[in-house]
């Protein structure tokens, strides 16, 4: 599986010839100076979008990506499927529960302590995080925002992970220390940032994070716009 990082919660997944992308926030997004340009420049084709809430940051350019790329299928809570539905765009709704089956792997929606509201006011369903089974027998866990929950404690039931996506900038989720537990929950040693430095009132110190995911034996991934990793 091909990650790439968007900044922010946004994600490109590439599975076998699948391309998932994961809560886009391009154009108005403060650190992305391309916004909507780098989804001409670096998105030739999606199939899928996973949003795990409603929040503006997380959904702001779903309209936008369903018009150019028609087939692409939202995959979200029920909510957020029903809301974005209502609009003429490809749907699959779901909620916490059983894992769901896709061409790219399996799906389940996984608990989050967080909220999900529309920017017009609309109900967003429950907020959540998707743990991923690929087709190509990678396991990861994209927690959405979140506080540090009990629930993570559950996921390795379902096999030994091999990444783990966690917000670490603070404030309205995980801050490192509490992401440093959360990957003892997940037993998962391999962390890949995300949710910090888009805002003021998220930032961190890269460096700092590094070091302290490193002095608990865990390795924090930090990826600069548009770098990509390989698991
Ligand atoms: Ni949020
Ligand atoms: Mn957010």
Redesign the pocket.
Known sequence: MKITFFTHSTLGLEIGNFYLLVDPFFSANPICKEGENLIETSLKKIDYILLT?A?Y??VCDVEFLSKKFRDVLIISNYEISNYFGKKGIKTYGINYGSFIFFPFGKLKYTWSA???VFRDGVYGGN?GGFLLHSNEGKKIYISG?TSLTNEMNILPIFGKLDLSILPIGGR??MGVEDAIIASDFLQCKKILGVHYNTFEEIKINKDEAKKKFHEKGKELILLEMKECIWI
């Open positions: 809430h929040h940051d997380h967080h909220s999900s907020p925002d309205f989720t």
